[in-house]
T-cell receptor
Framework: GENVEQHPSTLSVQEGDSAVIKCTYS??????FPWYKQELGKGPQLIID?????GEKKDQRIAVTLNKTAKHFSLHITETQPEDSAVYFC???????????FGKGTRLSVIA | GAVVSQHPSRVICKSGTSVKIECRSL??????MFWYRQFPKQSLMLMAT?????????EQGVEKDKFLINHASLTLSTLTVTSAHPEDSSFYIC???????????FGNGTRLTVT
């Protein structure tokens, strides 16, 4: 089955700096790659996603890049703010009704 | 945007009792809902896949008689933790997806504490 590795497990950055979180996956048939942000005591919130026919997607300060050949995708957050502090999960899916497979999460701390 | 409502957000129950958690898709029809369990500082662990009108598919190691799932309509799935024990204490999260290429959205979770 699919195996998703996420790095780093923790990340601290100064406010205003960029943060990058990377995930690798094993199943080349996977075609959907969302990123979720989870704040303490809440459910994960979808922040951006990308499909396999696209190499990069951007939404304001957040971007995701996908390298299908190398089977990895990354989340980029620019101009970080303290409210970006949370746990971020990558996930992978390979067909419409199969469950997402999640990475283990990255705890991001943005220091003011 | 799509909203998934989960209720209750927090529940405390005594050992041996049963607890029902509801998951509703508020503005879309969800043919498939997923139930996850999350331990502190860990990732989400898939428990079961719930399909409207049919039996749920449970992941290996998840007891179907203990975690009863009912997906009776396109907007509601329920998870019942039967004869709860302290080791069932956890954060339970549901998620739902509409038709086609809709993204997966999550509820805000239910913190279950069994005393």
């Amino acid at each position: 089955g699919e195996n998703v590795e996420q790095h780093p497990s923790t990340l601290s950055v100064q406010e205003g700096d960029s943060a990058v979180i990377k995930c690798t996956y094993s199943d080349s048939a996977s075609n959907y790659f969302p990123w979720y942000k989870q704040e303490l005591g809440k459910g994960p919130q979808l922040i951006i996603d990308i499909r396999s026919n696209v190499g990069e997607k951007k939404d304001q300060r957040i971007a995701v890049t996908l390298n299908k050949t190398a089977k990895h995708f990354s989340l980029h957050i620019t101009e970080t703010q303290p409210e970006d502090s949370a746990v971020y999960f990558c996930a992978v899916m390979n067909s419409g009704n199969t469950p997402l497979v999640f990475g283990k999460g990255t705890r991001l701390s943005v220091i003011a | 945007g799509a909203v998934v409502s989960q209720h209750p957000s927090r529940v405390i129950c005594k050992s041996g009792t049963s607890v029902k958690i509801e998951c509703r898709s508020l503005d879309f029809q969800a043919t498939t809902m997923f139930w996850y369990r999350q331990f502190p500082k860990q990732s989400l662990m898939l428990m079961a896949t719930s399909n409207e009108g049919s039996k749920a598919t449970y992941e290996q190691g998840v007891e179907k008689d203990k975690f009863l799932i009912n997906h009776a309509s396109l907007t509601l799935s329920t998870l019942t933790v039967t004869s709860a024990h302290p080791e069932d204490s956890s954060f339970y999260i549901c998620s739902a997806r509409g038709t086609g290429r809709s993204p997966l959205h999550f509820g805000n979770g239910t913190r279950l504490t069994v005393t």
